[in-house]
């Protein structure tokens, strides 16, 4: 595929992948057209095609660029935690944080995942379940080291992605609670979740949150 080289083709193709998240999370991606994409960027249709040959090409572009950053943000951050539950905790509040901030990217990675070509879709799977396996890893390390008691890890996987995904659904910037409040008290219920040892008492929103010295929750 050719690309148009230089500080003008960069700032274009930027403006196109901009656009097309903003119309891909507001109509989705089947409802997109390239004449309305074209229109929001500000250029003629035929331009588009320097960039992108079509939609789907587009699409599994921004779904990758999603996965690389997020994969790199992760990577970067988890150097910085050692213990398991240090690094769970870590992980909960990056992954909080990360999604926060980037709406529209988590959106059309979530929902239009079945909008791409079978082999397309399998790419992205697997980056996606290296970035779960993280995940994973985390809690096989946290429950060889009896850190944490937990009767299924794939399973217990799947549930804190899909807690600390969700507060993307709902969290609102005028929300009582900053995102960082939240993310402590997810990471609260997260330790909760996999019966943590010698959880250490926080103080989020105002109050003082104590937690027991162990729970199990299977």
Not at 57 to 63: D, R
């Amino acid at each position: 595929m050719a690309r148009t080289t230089g500080s003008d083709g960069e700032k274009t193709r930027s403006a196109i992948d901009a656009a097309a998240k903003r119309l891909i999370a507001r109509i989705g991606y089947e409802a997109m057209t390239m004449r309305q994409l074209a229109d929001e960027v500000g250029v003629q249709s035929a331009a588009f095609y320097r960039y992108y040959p079509n939609k789907q090409e587009l699409l599994f572009s921004l779904m990758h660029d999603h996965m690389d950053r997020l994969l790199g943000a992760w990577e970067y951050e988890s150097r910085k935690a050692h213990a398991p539950l240090e690094r769970l905790s870590a992980f909960i509040r990056f992954h909080i944080r990360y999604h926060v901030e980037r709406r529209d990217d988590v959106h059309i990675g979530n929902m239009e995942l079945r909008s791409l070509s079978p082999e397309n879709r399998a790419f992205i799977v697997e980056l996606r379940s290296r970035y779960e396996n993280g995940l994973r890893e985390i809690l096989d390390d946290g429950l060889d080291a009896r850190e944490f008691v937990i009767d299924d890890i794939a399973l217990t996987t799947r549930a804190i992605i899909a807690m600390t995904t969700g507060v993307n659904l709902w969290f609102r910037a005028d929300d009582r609670l900053t995102v960082a409040e939240i993310a402590e008290k997810y990471v609260q219920m997260g330790l909760r979740l996999v019966g943590a040892k010698n959880i250490a008492t926080t103080k989020t929103g105002g109050r003082n949150v104590s937690v027991g010295p162990k729970i199990r929750t299977f």
